[in-house]
């Protein structure tokens, strides 16, 4: 509330803080007439003096740290914090007078705010119209980026899972280095046992293993 004029009797003020809410309701200095005033109204709460001093300390500290990062560093963290908050990475437009740029940001983390609304694979792809490949493939660089992104609402087949970790760990155990890790060889092996799936499917199962 704001006033354009009041009377205030500051001398039966009995907390901190009374004084500066009640001259802070004018408008204007000329607006108010002060009828009593103690010195102790305008005191400020110790505690909240206290706080505001750690919170300066904090914020010289954070100073520090921040000009200690790299350029992308400093981006990551951001980006993090905008995904913490709820807020979004969707591309938007930034006009300057004459011209306008799009302000880019990587696709996958694009993928991930959907994915932390609790969208599935299919419904991504639709939304951002992509492949599933090519969403699967923006997952598997989230959880590179992010491991502890929550990814249960994509969970596949239990068995699917145990198929691919039992291919995956034969891989494992082979001698060529070269096939590990590599998605043809364990389609491959997967064959080799008697189990046909996509390579979508493998990919998604391997997340989980």
């Known amino acids: 509330m704001s006033l354009d004029n009041a009377e205030i009797d500051l001398e039966h003020s009995f907390a901190f803080g009374m004084g500066y809410v ?7 200095l000329s607006g108010i007439r002060l009828i009593g005033f103690k010195p102790s109204a305008l005191l400020v709460d110790p505690q ?15 100073e520090l740290l921040f000009s200690k990062l790299t350029k992308g560093e400093q981006e990551k963290l951001e980006r993090e914090f905008i995904l913490r908050m709820d807020g979004t990475l969707q591309v938007s437009k930034i006009t300057n007078d004459k011209t306008s740029r799009l302000k ?23 939304e951002r119209g992509y492949t599933f490949g090519t969403i ?8 590179k980026e992010f491991p502890v992104t929550i990814i249960t609402h994509l969970r596949p087949d239990q ?3 145990d198929i ?19 998605l ?26």
């Open 164 to 182: 691919v970790k039992k291919a995956n760990d034969a891989l494992k155990a082979d001698d060529k280095l070269e096939n590990k890790g590599k």
């Open 159 to 161: 068995r699917n899972i």
């Open 184 to 209: 043809a060889p364990l389609k491959f092996t997967l064959e080799k046992m008697g189990h046909k799936m996509s390579y979508e499917d493998i990919r998604l199962a391997r997340l989980f293993i």
């Open 104 to 126: 880019n940001v990587p696709t996958h983390l694009l993928t991930k705010e959907l994915l932390d609304k609790g969208m599935d694979l299919k419904e991504i792809a639709k």
């Open 22 to 28: 009640a001259l802070s309701r004018v408008r204007k």
């Open 136 to 143: 699967i493939h923006h997952l598997e660089d989230v959880m």
């Open 48 to 62: 909240v003096s206290a706080f505001d001093k750690g919170l300066r300390t904090q914020s010289k500290d954070n």
